[in-house]
């Protein structure tokens, strides 16, 4: 599924390319599921860091499925063996991406899938994960603290909530409507609606803005405290003294293969709220932007198992 003009979810189209060869150091993945994030959209309409990619190009971060050919110079896999992993979208920029059936990929953006678990929720981890675990290292939180997390229904957002919680943090989590039962099962302290005025909540020591929201977000931490985003937001008043982080998510094999392993020991919850074929990419994409959904979309291609 090729994005064949910088738009709406219509520039999504069916192409027919040649199938990739592994080159040296990579294997080609028969990719059985693809999860469908807000930068895929971002990337659709050129609304991206580093600017517009030409099209046409192909969308998609996070892939799983199973090896179809090993390159040379490849000994850690072998036809078959079942993966998942993150394409660096942020250095391919569409070449490879994940909406295709068969990708190129280098070895080192790869990982073992854990035997007994599904392609389509492992799908959702690499680059949610990621940033969430990314995210709270920015932060100097070496002792129990208080942290706020914007967007704890999404798939960062709910990464962190369970991450920050487990490290013995008391997590205050803005949930969307109806949805504070899912919340607070991930280990939130507090669930709060998103309705509510972030300025009642603070001031809060740290604050992990994964929506982002920016302003209303910042309005909830203390002055000389600490807020990541996970986009540009604006500066906060240089009185305050808040530090201000920037989390854009980075590839890190070690830690991919530790969160899938812990998704995969049930020490991690993720959702999906639906599965799709790879051809229906256009109206993933329509529901994406729509908004409400209660999990990730994942597209799939060929048999998910």
Known sequence: MIVAALGGPECLQVAELPDPVARPGQVVVRVQAVCVQPADIGARIGMIPGGPVPPPFL??????????SVGPDVSEFRLGDRVVGMIPW?????APGGYAEFVAADADWLVPLPDGLDVVPAATVPLNALTAHQALSLLSLEDPST????????????FATQLAARR????LAVASDDDE?????LGAAEVIPRSADL??????PVVLDAVPIGEAA????????????T??????DPGRGVRQHLQLVSLDRELLAELVGQLAAGKLRTRVAATMPLTEAAEAHRLVAAGGLRGKIVLTSGHAT
């Open 59 to 68: 969308l998609g971060w996070d892939i799983a499925g199973e090896v179809a």
């Open 90 to 94: 942020y250095l391919t920029r569409g």
């Open 147 to 158: 942290v706020l997390v914007t967007g704890a229904s999404g798939g960062v957002g709910g």
């Open 168 to 171: 013995g943090h008391r997590v």
């Open 181 to 185: 039962a899912w919340v607070g099962g």
């Open 199 to 204: 300025a009642s909540i603070g001031p809060v």
């Open 218 to 229: 910042a309005t909830a931490v203390a002055d000389g405290g600490d807020i990541v985003a």
């Open 231 to 236: 986009r540009p937001t604006p500066p906060t």
